[in-house]
């Protein structure tokens, strides 16, 4: 009998092959721990759907099926939110469990031990994230300020290969730089690294540190997934690169390793804390980036393999 290929969404399990194309990398709504509580940021419920519902619905026009949600446990998730507006979009949402990077635990969690992280990341994927009933469907983790992993993003890496292998759940991370480090902690907890999204390698801060072919070969998927975030924007955030610097990045890239390649824009639909990047979406995917492949001469199989296929692969539940 063939085995279900199942993936976790906010409101169930679904089949991989009912993803359609899928944002691996998205944020409904990211901030530092307790921005969004700054007065100075206040947002009513009111108005972060009425920022958020609008994109998730072109997104979904566009034909987009799936909104990978990378917000940590500390930065502003919320889950029930997230199944309303899957309801009302007909947007399937992937929630995470785990953490943005070390610096963003609150100390509740930064104090605790690779076991109890393990357990709570195994539970937030079995039995739910809090009372919302739904199951998280990829752990994040992610490397704090400063370009080194520290030892609790460390222990939260241990946590989440113990929690992958527990339940089958991929994990996607914040920076691939210092990869070495978190090659060694998935290989000593026998963590197959296709189980691995390094994201953010195409980022103007972080691309000339990221050994992008290197992760590729050790057998690591490569996250080129903050398209978008461009130099040419009105006003460029400090992690932005030219537009078409990045696109020449990729093609290098997936013309030598497109199985390992996933692509996203990084975007907040409502970000909390600050303002976030004017003019930048989830969309900048079918709008600008799809066309730029297509004009640059990649085909529509190779499109497919990058935004259907790659992130149904990756996604599925193993057992
Ligand atoms: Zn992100």
């Known amino acids: ?22 944002a691996i990398h998205e944020h409904i709504g990211y901030g530092m721990p307790g ?64 953490f943005v990077g070390g610096d963003t635990a609150l100390p509740h969690f930064a104090r605790a031990s690779v076991d109890y992280l393990a357990e709570q990341f195994v539970h937030e994927i079995t039995v739910g994230i809090g009372t919302t009933g739904a199951r998280a469907g990829v752990i994040k983790v992610g490397v704090s300020r400063g ?7 460390k222990r939260i890496y241990r946590a989440a290969a113990r929690a992958a292998l527990a339940t089958g759940v991929p994990i996607l991370t914040h920076l691939a730089i210092d990869a070495e480090n978190a090659i060694a902690i998935f290989a000593e907890e026998g963590l ?14 972080n691309a000339e540190k990221t050994r992008d072919t290197w992760i590729a070969e050790q057998g690591g998927r490569v996250g080129f ?30 013309d030598q390793h497109l199985d390992k390649a996933l692509a996203s824009a990084d975007a907040n ?22 066309p730029d492949l297509r004009a640059a001469g990649v085909d529509e199989a190779t499109i497919t393999r990058l935004f259907v296929e790659n992130p149904a692969t990756f996604l599925t539940i193993q057992n």
């Open 192 to 205: 197959a690294l296709d189980r691995v999204l390094f994201g953010h390698a195409d980022d103007g801060v």
């Open 35 to 98: 921005s969004e509580l700054d007065t100075r940021w206040w947002k009513t419920p009111e108005e972060r759907y009425a920022e958020t519902v609008p994109k998730l619905r072109t997104f979904h026009e566009y034909g987009g099926g799936t909104f990978v949600d990378a917000t940590g446990i500390c930065n502003g998730r919320d889950v029930d939110y997230y199944k309303s507006l899957s309801a009302k979009t007909g947007v399937h949402i992937v929630a995470c469990t785990g």
């Open 147 to 153: 370009g080194r992993m520290t030892d609790l993003d």
């Open 269 to 290: 639909c409502s970000p909390l804390g600050w303002p976030g990047v004017k003019g930048h979406t989830v969309n900048y995917i079918f709008e600008d980036l799809i």
């Open 1 to 22: 009998m063939r085995k279900l290929s199942r993936v976790n969404t906010v409101l169930g399990p679904i089949p991989a092959e009912e993803l359609g194309v899928v």
């Open 225 to 254: 997934d903050t398209f978008g975030y461009e130099t040419e924007l009105e006003d460029p955030p400090f992690w932005a690169r030219p537009r078409r610097e990045r696109l020449d990045h990729f093609l290098r890239f997936i």
